[in-house]
């Protein structure tokens, strides 16, 4: 079956552009030029993924991307503006996975998109058949479901795979390199950023208390670990 990535942006050159590249690949390309749109696409087709620009009429990509978050973890790309920051902060805190700069190349457009889908396809495909438990925390595997206190927790395909980096590594400590590395790819190696905000939202999403976490722990100038329980 193949591939669909719905395109966002109020720019038709820019929707163009970007679908233009994308078939080139044998990806199955839909539109939306807002936000309104966008969330309404997302919940009757259901694509592989969503390049979803940050500056739309009605419905901005902020906003668009929280509503879809409400009801679908479907890999978000934000497409933002040259040297806003703060807009790719706010990107990846209301659930987005990546961003990708304009102006950009359409290599670069493309490599974005396939790491993306790759690690959704990971996290769908690991760990098919176990369950982990960690505290009040359980991660279903086979269902690639989250609990927390019986209560089922909603993820981002990133948010899961940075999870299971965790659950995959009980006790060990993690650095931030290879945390990057690993759940973005090595060309994401010193983006600390983006794992910053990732962890923040997980800590969110799982712990008690976020401030004083259980699961995802800061080590000091080491990286981060989920401690061994049986310890």
Not at 81 to 88: I, L, Q, S, T, V
Not at 147 to 174: M, P, W
Not at 204 to 230: C, F, N, W
Request: glycine share 6%.
């Amino acid at each position: 079956m193949n591939t669909t990535i719905l395109v966002v942006d109020d720019e038709p050159r820019y929707v163009r552009l970007m679908e233009a590249n994308l078939m080139s690949e044998g990806y199955q390309v839909l539109k939306a030029y807002n936000g309104l749109t966008a969330v309404e696409i997302v919940n009757a087709k259901k694509p592989d993924l969503v390049l979803l620009d940050v500056m739309m009429p009605q419905v901005n990509g902020f906003d668009a991307c929280e509503r879809i978050r409400e009801f679908s973890n479907v890999p978000i790309i934000m497409v933002t503006a040259k040297g806003e920051e703060r807009d790719r902060v706010r990107g990846l805190d209301v659930g987005a996975d990546d961003y990708i700069v304009k102006p950009f190349s359409a290599t670069e457009l493309l490599a974005r998109v396939r790491a993306v889908l790759r690690r959704a396809q990971f996290s769908r495909d690991s760990f098919k058949q176990s369950v982990f438990t960690h505290g009040n925390l359980r991660i279903d595997f086979g269902k690639a479901e989250v609990y927390n206190d019986k209560k089922l927790v909603f993820l981002s395909a990133t948010e899961y795979r940075l999870l299971l980096q965790f659950a995959h590594n009980i006790g060990r400590i993690l650095s931030s390199e290879e945390l990057l590395t690993n759940v973005w790819g090595p060309e994401y190696r010193e983006d600390k950023e983006i794992l910053w905000v990732s962890i923040s939202r997980l800590r969110q999403k799982l712990e008690d208390d976020p401030k004083s976490p259980a699961h995802i722990v800061t080590r000091p100038g080491l990286g981060y670990s989920m401690p061994d329980l049986g310890d």
